[in-house]
């Protein structure tokens, strides 16, 4: 059975750090990334990396600022959000899947329970 368990969420002041984790067990995955859904508004793409971390895609408001990586050993991937912003506050969900390319949520096999960010300004 599939489980992706995050970790790492919490509060933090505007310009502050956060490093969120996610563990996978039960399969390998192609592709393993973030999205995250702010209160009121739909459920967005924020970044993905591929098996062997060759190809990573960030959505345009976190470039710069994230960081993307992975673990294929471990089945883990991470995600160093550096120079947060009030907007930046919603739940982050882990997913994975085995598409080609893993941008939008129909793309997206399996999903973690999320953790919140919280930013204040």
């Known amino acids: 059975q599939v489980q992706l368990v995050e970790s790492g969420g919490g509060l933090v002041q505007a310009g502050g750090s956060l490093r969120l984790s996610c563990a996978a067990s039960?399969?390998?995955?192609?592709?393993m990334g973030w999205f995250r859904q702010a209160p009121g508004k739909g459920r967005e793409f924020v970044a993905t990396?591929?098996?062997?971390?060759?190809?990573?895609y960030y959505t345009d408001s976190v470039k710069g600022r994230f960081t993307i990586s992975r673990d294929d050993v471990k089945n883990t991937v991470d995600l160093q959000m550096n120079k947060l912003a009030p907007e930046d506050t919603a739940v982050y969900l882990c997913?994975?899947?085995?598409?080609?390319?893993?941008?939008?949520?129909?793309?997206?096999?399996?999903w973690g329970q999320g953790t919140q960010v919280t930013v204040s300004s």
């Open positions: 997913a994975a899947g085995w598409a080609v390319s893993m941008t939008s949520g129909h793309e997206v096999d399996y």
């Open positions: 039960g399969r390998a995955f192609n592709n």
């Open positions: 990396i591929n098996k062997n971390g060759g190809r990573r």
